[in-house]
Structure formats: structure tokens, C-alpha cells
Nanobody, 120 residues
Framework: QVQLVESGGGLVQAGGSLRLSCAAS????????MGWYRQAIGKQRESVAA???????NYADSVKGRFTISRDNAKNTVYLQMNSLKAEDTAVYYC??????????????WGQGTQVTVSS
């Protein structure tokens, strides 16, 4: 069994910063790509950022220059540093990871979501 546990969400004023973390645990053999999606009320879930095993990140245009994704492979953890937050960044943020488990199969696992609220 594999779990992704997120932390770091909360309420922040516009212009502020937050750092999200997502730690994977359980029957893990290896982790491939990791990343973050978000879903605001009344909107579809959208990709925010993703990172390869080697550390190459890619970002949605709406967050480029403000958000930075990183990972610690030794800790099976992915991070999202969010700076210069805007009201439109308000959403539930979900981490995801492509994980090969001890059964030998690779699946995409999801975290439970963490609320980020930016007040203007």
C-alpha cells in the first residue's frame, strides 16, 4: 500500500508565501515523476507543476516565476514553494506521483489535498 501525505497549506495574504510538502510512504520500489495539481471551486483540476526524477521541473504559465517545485528522492518527498501568491491561486492542491510498488506495477497515486487560501 502506498500513501501520499500533504502538508503546508493554509491562509496567507496576497503577496505572501507558502511551502507545500508531500511525502510518499509504503510499499515503494521507485518513484518517477511527481507533481502538483490544483482545483478551485467551480473549476476543473489543473496541473501546476511537475518534476522528473532528475529534478527537471515544468510549470503552468500562470505560476512560472512564482512557484518552484523540488524533490528529495531520499525522503520520497516533493515540495512546492509558492511565492508572490495571488487570490487566484486559492484552491485545493493535490500532489501526485508515479510509483512502482512492490508488486512491480507503476501507478499514479494522489494525496488527499491541502487547502490554500490567498486573501486579497
Amino acid at each position: 500500500q502506498v500513501q501520499l501525505v500533504e502538508s503546508g497549506g493554509g491562509l496567507v495574504q496576497a503577496g505572501g508565501s507558502l511551502r507545500l510538502s508531500c511525502a510518499a510512504s509504503g510499499s515503494i520500489v521507485s518513484i518517477n515523476a511527481m507533481g502538483w495539481y490544483r482545483q478551485a471551486i467551480g473549476k476543473q483540476r489543473e496541473s501546476v507543476a511537475a518534476i522528473t526524477t532528475g529534478g527537471r521541473g515544468n510549470y503552468a504559465d500562470s505560476v512560472k516565476g512564482r512557484f518552484t517545485i523540488s524533490r528529495d528522492n531520499a525522503k520520497n518527498t516533493v515540495y512546492l514553494q509558492m511565492n508572490s501568491l495571488k487570490a487566484e491561486d486559492t484552491a485545493v492542491y493535490y500532489c501526485h506521483a508515479a510509483i512502482r510498488n512492490t508488486n512491480g506495477y507503476e501507478y499514479v497515486y494522489w494525496g488527499q489535498g491541502t487547502q490554500v487560501t490567498v486573501s486579497s
